[in-house]
């Protein structure tokens, strides 16, 4: 507790002293205030706003969502992309848009919860056609790896190119992934003796032509398999791992 003091004091007096031995025309300059206040660096692709605040913040309010969009309304490759198009309806960017952590650090830091706490906020201001959300489920978690308000969020609306399934399991991604990474360390593969592998896996796009035969099948020792048998050729273990053939890489 006591040096919690001793440094409180001495922050007051490096003050006292810095304003002392500045000149009055440098003391008059509002961006030599700003520093004074400023809790840290901002990122790389704001530093050129450094000495001003006021591009951001508003006196008393804080930061203002319209003062983003001053800078970033005509910004169409965010607006245009499918991962990042949901940016044209969101009426928050602060929770995560975070500033002032170092040059070396992205002012983005995705918070799954807070998008859906923005969403249901525009629900109250809007309507219920939110894309954001969803209302297909109970907002129940399927699991424990989520959060019941990261389950309202309709995860294809921004993640239906990353889906690998094909939409063969649907486009509720919730039901078993959760918002930190896509991998599910809780997923057992089928029986290696499965015959169903064509039911969640799609052949690459030389299975369907001439090099299947030619060479996959063949190296494989499997001329006579379809492209759906998987199993006649590949093990569980990698689709590099081959039956009779070892690890085989070749494409």
């Known amino acids: 507790m006591k040096s919690k003091w001793i440094y409180i004091v001495a922050s007051i007096l490096f003050v006292v002293l810095w304003i002392m031995t500045s000149s009055e025309s440098a003391l008059k300059q509002p961006a030599t205030w700003q520093r004074l206040a400023e809790p840290g660096q901002l990122s790389a692709a704001h530093a050129h706003l450094e000495n001003n605040c006021a591009a951001c913040h508003t006196s008393v309010t804080g930061i203002e ?115 930190d990474k896509w991998m599910i360390a809780e997923f057992r593969h089928p029986s290696p003796n499965s015959m169903d592998c064509a039911q969640c896996h799609q052949a690459p796009p030389s299975h369907y032509m001439m090099h299947f035969k030619m060479i996959s099948a063949r190296v494989a020792g499997r001329p006579h398999a379809r492209v759906d048998q998987c199993f006649q050729c590949h093990q569980t273990t990698s689709w590099n791992d081959i039956l009779g053939a070892g690890w085989y890489k070749h494409h």
């Not at 219920?128 to 989520?146: E, M, Y």
């Open 65 to 179: 969502t319209s003062k983003c969009i001053v800078c970033h309304a005509n910004n169409e490759s965010l607006l245009q992309r499918q991962p990042t198009s949901f940016h044209g309806s969101i009426s928050s960017c602060k929770e995560c848009h975070l500033e002032h952590q170092g040059r070396g650090k992205r002012a983005t830091s995705m918070d799954h919860v807070m998008l859906a706490k923005i969403g249901m906020r525009q629900l109250k201001d809007d309507d219920v056609n939110n894309k954001l959300l969803t209302w297909s489920k109970l907002w129940v978690p399927p699991h424990a790896n989520i959060t019941p308000d990261e389950v309202a969020l309709n995860c294809a609306t921004c993640h239906s190119n990353d889906d690998r399934h094909f939409q063969l399991f649907g486009q509720d991604c919730a039901q078993c992934h959760a918002t």
